[in-house]
């Protein structure tokens, strides 16, 4: 999806579905504006369900403050003009209130992005500013405040959060990756441990996380297995960002196809719209020309020549899983049956292991320990399909969800007996 092509208002309301429909605003909640180059601010409406907005709700406000639309404007739009005011570099506000964030919100505190190393990147700094009435001057003048002081995002207490970007997505990727840091870290504390921050030297660490240098070919030929696996891949990608696995930045699936060559999802493309074209061939140690795969293609790499067995890998980042990699907590799968059989003994493993020393972690991976932690970074799932891998997916971060959600029960997990295990490895041909 080219987002820059896309009419003012089609991009309020694009996005705005995308908040609605993953649980981030209610019908009546949060508001979206853009500043275009006339200097014309678009924003959504106020008393419209956002489940159902349509582009010609959109409302218009000119720098002479004339008003045109159908609707009145989103009582909250002094304060998206005062940002505008404050800062002219930024051309899209979004303010929403998705419940973890409210959390925070209400205790007074801001969510911890260093937990893992994207989030901070992609956050920035972050202030809080001090509560007011909702669309009155003194809280546009309170936000406005905290923007001039240079940062893009802003808790408000008792209230959600706003942040201003070049753009409306870009201001949608900082928001999502703000709410999974929140839920990231709720889930953490659920489970009675304080989340484990990235150290600056990690940090570092993580900037050096690049693709390896790689020649480029032109395919010849695309094959009907070629082709099939991109759809299928592209149908799970998206059904793995709808469910919440990962978020529109980060999450990488693989596919070997017969012939040794493997496709894999590309490098920094939203994850919620990527198209079969828009995948990455890589054979012989190059890539498809002309196109990005993801960083971690080297670690894909070095999984499939060691394990001709692994026929798709998968690296996510969801969010009940992801509060044992943030913590000291070891995650046990033997919870179910179910799911020992499709993870078997879950390890975990140090940052940087997957981008810094991807062939020893290599090493550590096969069919019969196929998924493992790395600390403060993801989960990694291989499988014998596409679909096995995902399904480890689905498996690790129900049963992470099952665990955190023991905590209110207030009494101890009791896990399947070793005889119990045994007699599962033998029924299953563990």
Avoid at 97 to 106: I, M
Avoid at 393 to 418: C, F, H, Q, R, W
Wanted: glycine share 6%; charged share 20%.
């Amino acid at each position: 999806m080219n987002f820059e092509m896309m009419h003012p208002a089609d991009r309020i309301v694009t996005i705005m579905n995308r908040i609605y429909n993953y649980g981030m605003t209610t019908t009546s909640g949060g508001n979206l504006s853009i500043c275009d180059p006339d200097g014309v601010v678009w924003i959504s409406p106020s008393g419209v369900d956002k489940g159902s907005l349509r582009r010609e709700d959109i409302m218009q406000i000119y720098p002479d403050g004339t008003i045109v639309g159908p609707h009145k404007p989103s009582v909250e739009y002094p304060f998206h003009l005062a940002i505008y005011a404050a800062r002219p570099d930024l051309k899209a506000v979004l303010h929403a209130h998705p419940p973890a964030l409210v959390g925070f919100s209400l205790v007074r505190e801001i969510p911890n992005t260093a937990i893992i190393p994207h989030a901070k990147f992609i956050c920035g700094d972050i202030t809080m500013a001090e509560y007011a009435l909702p669309g009155s001057k003194l809280l546009g003048e309170r936000i406005a405040a905290e923007f001039a002081g240079g940062v893009n995002t802003v808790m408000l207490e008792n209230h959600g959060v706003v942040i201003g970007a070049d753009d409306l997505f870009n201001a949608f990727m900082k928001f999502e990756t703000l709410d999974y840091c929140a839920r990231l870290e709720i889930n953490a504390r659920t489970l009675g441990k304080e989340p484990i921050a990235l150290s600056e030297k990690h940090m570092d660490i993580y900037k050096q996380k690049n693709a390896p240098a790689m020649d480029e070919f032109i395919p010849r030929i695309h094959t009907s297995e070629e082709l099939d696996t991109r759809r299928e891949m592209c149908n799970l990608i998206h059904r793995a960002y709808d469910n919440q696995l990962f978020t529109s930045s980060q999450g990488t699936f693989s596919k070997r196809l017969s012939d040794g060559s493997f496709i894999i999802t590309p490098y920094a493309m939203d994850r919620k719209y990527l198209e079969p074209a828009d995948l990455v061939r890589i054979e012989n140690g190059m890539k498809e020309h002309g196109k990005n795969p993801s960083r971690s293609v080297g670690l894909h790499m070095a999984i499939y020549e060691k394990h001709p067995e692994i026929q798709s890998i998968i690296v996510a980042h969801p969010p009940h899983i992801m509060a044992f990699a943030i913590t000291d907590s070891k995650f046990d799968a033997r919870l179910i049956p179910e799911s020992y059989i499709a993870l078997k003994n879950v390890r975990k493993f140090p940052f940087g292991s997957s981008f810094m020393q991807p062939a020893l972690l290599a090493n550590e991976i096969s069919i019969k320990n196929p998924v493992c932690i790395i600390e403060n970074d993801c989960v990694i799932c291989g499988g014998t399909s596409l679909l096995n891998a995902f399904d480890r997916l689905e498996v690790m971060e129900y049963s992470a969800k099952s665990v955190i959600d023991t905590a209110v029960l207030g009494k101890a997990i009791v896990n399947i007996k070793p005889d119990e295990v045994k007699d599962i490895e033998i029924a299953f041909n563990l």
